[in-house]
């Protein structure tokens, strides 16, 4: 029996819509990532991008386990001496609530150029409300 390797152009992407309320922030990473990279399909295939699109609304709902509120901080440096910045979690809810979303799934995401592809998939909104109701996606529950 011959193994089965999807090709770029036999994949049919469908549209999962999740809801960010009360969810822990590494579960719904975990899950997010594995539809982005097509982990939930039978064709599933390492070298091709065979992931479905994910919407994740109500993104600064997101609820983080222990401590990490107040105790987890996000670093940026900007290459020049002396310019690390560090912010926490709490002040990245208010300024970008994507961000804490979008930095725990492209973690989880492999490092190659596929991750790219598979992070554009993805699209996150602080909101309930979302401009995709077009592609008819489908709730995901976790």
Do not use: C
């Not at 999807?6 to 994949?11: D, F, H, I, R, S």
């Not at 065979?50 to 919407?55: H, K, L, M, Y």
């Amino acid at each position: 029996m011959k193994s089965y390797l999807a090709k770029p152009a036999e994949v049919e992407r469908t549209w999962h819509v999740v809801d960010a309320t009360d969810q822990v922030l590494g579960k719904l990473a975990v899950t997010v990532s594995n539809i982005l990279r097509g982990r939930n399909k039978p064709t599933y295939t390492p070298h091709v991008d065979t992931g479905d699109f994910v919407i994740v609304v109500n993104a600064n709902k997101v609820a983080l386990s222990g401590k990490k509120e107040e105790q987890k901080t996000y670093m940026f440096y900007s290459g020049w001496m002396g310019n690390e910045k560090y912010r926490s979690v709490s002040d990245m809810r208010e300024k970008k609530p994507a961000f804490v979303i979008e930095h725990a799934v492209k973690g989880m995401l492999p490092k190659n150029r596929l991750a790219s592809q598979m992070l554009k998939k993805l699209k996150i909104y602080a909101g309930p409300d979302h401009p995709h109701a077009a592609q008819n996606p489908v709730a995901l529950t976790l």
